[in-house]
């Protein structure tokens, strides 16, 4: 089976084809009536309103680069989930080491050597740095001028999650809220968040049909 895809450079349209092989675990789109638009951020890019930026061409890993770097792990991962660096685009990940004084409402100052070593390491491995699939969907949802602190913020993020109800996160005991990947998405660690991972704690496999 064939599904169109439409594709937009610069101000040019044309219509492409993709396999059931190729949408891989991005299967579910389309299904849903979204319109996805691939392609950058360039100035003569059209989007159809409420458009979200898809998988540039070329992307060919599926999810997030999972975390490799110590340093990171044991900084930020000793506190809360080690948020793989491509779940944000350079640009938020910049402004969080900027303001790590108020980090969420706690002081998470580190020493500047540190923070130079974090710098580096989340630049280089952004979403909008990365060759996964996930990440460059991330990016690509985010406009320009934008730089979200909180994963749960893009407007990936918010189109995959829309349907879930408070009980199943915010209300379950076992979960609390969104930033919780882990409570979910049985290989979170990894970098992979696929729909057919997801258990969500007291009600097993979500099913958004």
């Known amino acids: 089976m064939l599904l169109p895809i439409v594709l937009v450079l610069g101000t040019t349209a ?11 675990e991005y299967g579910e789109r389309g ?10 951020h360039g100035a ?19 999810g997030v680069a999972p975390v490799a770097n110590e340093l990171y792990q044991e900084d930020c991962g000793g506190c809360h989930f080690a948020y793989q660096p491509g779940l944000l685009p350079a640009r938020s990940w910049d402004r969080m080491l ?25 630049m280089a491995n952004a979403a909008d740095a990365s060759d996964y699939r996930r990440s460059r969907k991330i990016a690509g949802s985010i406009m320009p001028e934008e730089a979200p602190l909180r994963i749960s913020a893009t407007p990936y993020f918010v189109r995959k999650h829309d349907e879930l109800p408070r009980r199943v996160v915010q209300d379950n005991p076992d979960v609390r809220s969104f930033s919780n990947c882990s409570a979910c ?6 970098g992979s968040y696929r729909e057919g991972e997801i258990r969500i704690p007291g009600y097993g496999r979500w099913d958004d049909d």
């Open 98 to 122: 900027g303001g790590l004084a108020d980090h969420f409402g706690e002081n998470a100052e580190l020493p500047g050597d540190e923070v130079k070593v974090l710098r580096d390491y989340l």
């Open 44 to 62: 003569d890019a059209v989007l159809p309103s409420g458009a979200f930026m898809g998988e540039p061409v070329g992307s060919s890993r599926r």
């Open 185 to 190: 998405h049985t290989r979170a660690e990894a």
């Open 31 to 40: 299904e849903r009536g979204e319109t996805w638009v691939y392609g950058g």
């Open 14 to 24: 044309a219509a492409v084809m993709a396999s059931d092989d190729e949408r891989g």
